[in-house]
T-cell receptor
């Protein structure tokens, strides 16, 4: 069974441009999360989507947006790129289950290989 | 403030030796703690996951411990191999709801022959 896939693997853009990154979750996983990982640091949470709705948002500017499609794949868009947007962008998928409290809870996240974005 | 701190920041050990990585967290309410291995430029891969009631969990040569009282976890690597060279990230999930996780900054391990 295929794991989480991301495309493209590498991308070079210039300041001011726009970029779209794509993610396909593991089959059966309905939750997708996006992370930004700057070199030498841990991943920083950007978005989570579940059942095509945004369920969480990290501390990122409005230049960052995302969406999830009916097949649960997802796109991350970044507008007006800045040099500081250069990073490894990770996508993670997970199952979501209903806990004993009746609230939805996220299971273990499985990460894709990432997209390396370089902004010149 | 929810934080996850890891130490050491980097570590170099000889092949065949053991090592222990540390993770301290202030996340509350706590749900679970995971250790991930991340090769350079790749996505993290899960090694272990531990809930509140678990003290120790092993995955081959990797053994994780959790002390929920002191909010500390460790990852012990036995008989290290060159392929263990990677960053090891501690991730703590908050209790309930959707995306509520805090990542540590990782420990960069280099195993040399």
């Amino acid at each position: 069974d295929a794991g989480v896939t991301q495309s493209p693997t590498h991308l070079i853009k210039t300041r001011g441009q726009q970029v779209t990154l794509r993610c396909s979750p593991i089959s059966g996983h309905k939750s997708v999360s996006w992370y930004q990982q700057v070199l030498g640091q841990g991943p920083q949470f950007i978005f989570q989507y579940y059942e095509k709705e945004e369920r969480g948002r990290g501390n990122f500017p409005d230049r960052f947006s995302a969406r999830q499609f009916p097949n649960y794949s997802s796109e991350l868009n970044v507008n007006a790129l800045l040099l500081g947007d250069s990073a490894l962008y990770l996508c993670a998928s997970s199952l979501v289950f209903t806990g004993t409290s009746g609230r939805a809870q996220m299971n273990e996240q499985f990460f894709g290989p990432g997209t390396r974005l370089t902004v010149l | 403030k929810n934080q996850v701190e890891q130490s050491p920041q980097s570590l170099i050990i000889l092949e065949g030796k053991n090592c222990t990585l540390q993770c301290n967290y202030t996340v509350s309410p706590f749900s679970n703690l995971r250790w991930y291995k991340q090769d350079t430029g790749r996505g993290p891969v899960s090694l272990t996951i531990m809930t509140f009631s678990e003290n120790t969990k092993s995955n081959g040569r990797y053994t994780a411990t959790l002390d929920a009282d002191t909010k500390q976890s460790s990852l012990h690597i036995t008989a290290s191999q060159l392929s263990d060279s990677a960053s090891y990230i501690c991730v703590v999930s908050h209790s309930g709801g959707y995306q509520k996780v805090t990542f540590g900054t990782g420990t960069k391990l280099q195993v040399i022959p």
